[in-house]
């Protein structure tokens, strides 16, 4: 039984919501999913939020079969999925996780605004270069600080080169597919420069846009959430 839904939605994660009584925006309407694959599986499956290994497992072989990429996210070693374009986390440490063919790559948008999160959502058009190949943060490889970057119009960068430029703490690889892992302990927001401990991040959102990046093809199918820190 897979424990995946809408798996390709699930993404990365993030951006976050600036500290203060604010919060998200809301949208009266979501629109329904807009790339349903045929694995999918009622929420009822995974509202007991199974182990990540048994999820990452799953999804090797979707990517594989669909020659997709997918990013996860897990806290506590459990899968937190999204529902409603929205996943729940506890403020404390979480982990990302990119699954993809070695020469995919996910360009991750993160930031304080919701501004990008709901343009994707009413399939409204993005500003440059949000989405566009060569314009991701310059990040340390092997992510030594445990952060993850925050910008409204730049997006992290996340692919496998070779063993020497990763930028997750460590990948592992099932036959041609890799898995990256990012374990995340605080935010750093670039133009504010600006860093704070997942801890502070308690009653706020971040805000997540993700595209697929390969040297093969224009960049893929915009995908958009907000993480929840209760």
Same mark, same amino acid.
């Given at each position: 039984m897979k424990h995946l839904t809408y798996l390709t939605t699930i993404a990365l994660l993030v951006a976050a919501c600036a500290a203060g009584p604010q919060g998200a925006e809301r949208i009266d309407e979501q629109p329904a999913d807009p790339d349903p694959?045929?694995?999918?599986?009622?929420?009822?499956?995974?509202?007991a939020s199974?182990?990540?290994? !048994?999820?990452?497992?799953?999804?090797?072989?979707?990517? %594989?079969?669909?020659?997709?990429?997918?990013?996860?996210?897990?806290?506590?070693?459990?899968?937190?999925?999204?529902?409603?374009?929205?996943?729940?986390?506890?403020p404390r440490p979480f982990t990302i996780w990119v699954v993809a063919p070695k020469e995919t790559a996910a360009l991750i948008n993160v930031s304080y605004s919701p501004q990008a999160r709901n343009a994707v959502i009413r399939d409204e058009p993005l500003s440059e270069p949000l989405g566009e190949p !060569?314009?991701?943060?310059?990040?340390?490889?092997?992510?030594?600080? %445990?952060?993850?970057?925050?910008?409204?119009?730049?997006?992290?960068?996340?692919?496998?080169?070779?063993?020497?430029?990763y930028r997750f703490d460590e990948v592992e690889w099932r036959d041609?597919?890799?898995?990256?892992? %990012?374990?995340?302990k605080r935010v750093r927001h670039l133009e504010r420069d600006e860093t704070r401990s997942i801890s502070e991040l308690s009653g706020n959102t971040l805000h997540v846009v993700e595209f697929k990046h390969s040297p093969h093809e224009p960049?893929?199918?915009? %995908?958009?959430?907000?993480?929840?820190?209760?």
């Open positions: 694959y045929p694995y999918e599986e009622p929420a009822s499956h995974i509202e199974p182990d990540i290994d !048994g999820v990452l497992d799953d999804a090797v072989d979707v990517v %594989r079969d669909y020659d997709d990429y997918a990013v996860l996210i897990s806290q506590d070693d459990r899968h937190i999925h999204v529902t409603n374009y929205t996943a729940q986390l506890q !060569g314009t991701g943060i310059a990040e340390h490889p092997f992510n030594e600080n %445990r952060e993850l970057f925050l910008d409204d119009g730049m997006s992290n960068y996340w692919n496998y080169s070779d063993d020497d430029e041609d597919v890799f898995i990256g892992k %990012r374990h995340i960049a893929g199918a915009k %995908r958009s959430y907000s993480l929840e820190f209760e």
